[in-house]
């Protein structure tokens, strides 16, 4: 069950890439100036480990909603990963909230291919019966739960999904999906159209699976300083995506990206591969622009018939970046008193 929260909320999420005392005051001004949420990426090359991160956020705050953003299935054990979501839920007071996905940088760094649909499907079954402090088929073949926890613990799953598959499977399983498909008006509608027709498909109410958008930020009074902030990040989401749905330069683009895209760079503010990042596809998967401008974006966003969240993701602090607290500032003072 989903906690209830308020109906335009906005989450943010933070790169590892900071010492954990820095991404902790991040996590404390976001709370401060009203974000209902604080979502960790979880790429071990890439950012500080997720769950030491998580921790020190939690015991820095008290309101604030804090998840993995996101993890993935294959470099934990399903047990491991409900244990450390059960802790933290704990630690935290019930503020916990698992996010999932088939993995992105944290694999592909490794040199390994993200998850199928199904592995993740039959990690989540399991991961989500031990948080609700029930016995399982575990993953080596024994049948066991976490012997602490005296019943459920309430923390919600959210599927990331960039693709129709994953938007479905999210509809279909989880108390809540995550689209990494854009901001556009119908891009929007289509992905939550997905998610309504998974839900269907499990006889449930699509109204009980809470939908959320993480889009890239960019705040600038320069509107192309504002769209630079966020080119890179624009850039990693059409990484998955179906390029069915463009033609032309965007087309040629995306199709140069993904024989170019250095994974090694996607927590990076100047990877080469951000640089060439056509206006037209940021304009489509990315809020970046002047105060107004990013008023009036985030508006059109949540007011998106089913979506009550936007996960808002800087690009991270480096040359070229603005860094996450003057941003926070920045929405706080120019932004969130329009919404």
Known sequence: MIARRPARSLGLALWGTEPIERLVAHAKLAEEIGFESVWVIDSQLLCREVYVTLTAIALATSRIHIGTGVTQPSTRLPSVTASAMASLNELSGGRAMLGIGTGFSSLRTLGMEPAKLAELEAYLTVTRA???GEATRLEGGAHGGIDWLSGPTGVPAYIAASGPRMTRAAGRIAD?????????PELLARGRGLVDEGAR???????????????????????????????????????????????GPEQDFIAALRGTYDYTKHASPSASHAAHTPDSLVGRY????????????????????GIGRVILTPQVPGPGSLPVDVLLRGLARDVLPRL
């Open 130 to 132: 031990l948080l609700r």
């Open 176 to 184: 809540g999906a995550i689209l990494l498909q854009g901001v556009s």
């Open 201 to 247: 498909q499990a006889g449930r109410d699509p109204a009980d699976v809470d939908v959320s958008v993480w889009s890239g930020i960019g705040l600038a009074d320069d509107p192309k300083a504002a769209r630079d902030q966020v080119r890179g990040r624009v850039a990693g989401a059409v990484m998955n995506v179906d390029t069915s749905g463009f033609d």
């Open 286 to 305: 990315a809020i970046a622009g002047t105060a107004s401008e990013v008023s009036a974006q985030l508006s059109s966003v949540l007011d998106q018939p």
